[in-house]
């Protein structure tokens, strides 16, 4: 769920979700295969996409992309721009945060949200004209529509995880509406540090029932033991992903940070429908919830 808050020259919000998880909820089967940049997906990858619900790309943006992106993102965190309101910080560090320096403040974060008008660098990124190219394939000969942008922080130590879930379940397009994710590192993410894993196929499988427990999210019962695929990439690497592919991230248990951005695109003929009909399919206790 995401909680808007505001930059830290005003008052904060706190993300809520901290209970640790099971760790038998991550049991790594294999680790994704991946291709070597943009110029690398071609046909078959697209089918392979479509099967697998993912496709994972190493060296998708150059070093001054990510580099570029990351400036964007710490200058928002210190409130460069007073005019953006959409932090949410981790709730363990609710009674240090006045006493956190400018370095100290960047792992405090959890989330940035709404982000992509106020920096160009990531206006950009989230434009990037080989991204779009390769998001019209996948998206069935659709113009991309960008309508959700996130950047997503695990701090060391503190980053907790995100349960499984579904994207497809906080945005109320009709199913069979083709939503793709794309979920760019901006560190090196590492099955240590809270790499994304995803259930291989596991769009193929439909809707799934969410409830509220550490988060909006696919009942742990259903997700303990299962195999999933690990997608470790390095700083500008990315994760192409279904919006009905489950997938999460475990807790940080490492030293090292783990910062990302994701960005969401339909097709810009879509239309969504009334809430009741995402929580009519995918949960009652989904009202209000934001990704």
């Known amino acids: 769920m995401r909680n808007t808050g ?14 640790m998880h099971d760790p038998n909820l991550y049991r790594v089967a294999r680790i994704a295969t991946k291709l070597d940049g943009f110029d690398s997906v071609d046909d078959a990858a697209i089918v392979e996409y479509q ?15 990510v580099r570029e992106a990351r400036d964007g993102l710490v200058g928002l ?9 959409g932090i949410s910080f981790e709730s363990k560090a609710k009674d240090i945060l006045p006493t956190l320096d400018a370095e100290q403040r960047q792992d405090a974060v959890r989330k940035l949200s709404d982000f992509v008008d106020y920096d160009p660098n990531l206006h950009a990124l989230a434009s990037h004209q080989r ?9 069935l000969g659709g113009k991309p529509k960008l309508f959700q942008d996130m950047a997503l922080f695990k701090p060391p130590r503190l980053g ?3 349960p499984w879930h579904q994207d497809h379940a906080y945005f109320a397009y009709p199913l069979g509406t083709p939503v ?3 979920w760019i590192a901006l560190d090196e993410a590492t099955v240590e540090n809270g790499c994304m894993h995803v259930l291989e196929g596991g769009h193929k499988l439909g809707p799934r029932i969410h409830f509220k427990r550490r988060d909006w999210q696919i009942c742990d019962e259903e997700m303990v033991g299962c195999e999933a695929v690990a997608v470790p990439l390095k700083p500008g690497g990315l994760l192409f992903f279904d919006g009905l ?12 940070r783990r910062r990302a951005i994701q960005y969401h695109y339909a097709p810009d003929t879509a239309t969504k429908l009334a809430d ?7 949960g009652s206790e989904g009202k209000n919830v934001t990704c």
């Open 245 to 256: 592919m489950p997938h999460g991230t475990p807790h940080n248990k490492s030293d090292e």
């Open 51 to 65: 099967r697998a619900g993912f496709l994972a790309i190493e060296n998708a943006f150059a070093p001054d992309n």
């Open 160 to 162: 907790r995880e995100k």
């Open 6 to 19: 505001t930059n830290h020259e005003g008052r904060s919000a706190f993300d809520t979700g901290v209970a």
């Open 276 to 282: 009741d009909y995402r929580t009519g399919i995918f």
């Open 77 to 85: 965190i210190m409130g460069q721009n007073p005019d953006f309101k």
């Open 180 to 182: 793709v994710g794309v």
């Open 131 to 139: 991204l779009i190219s390769i998001l019209e394939r996948l998206l």
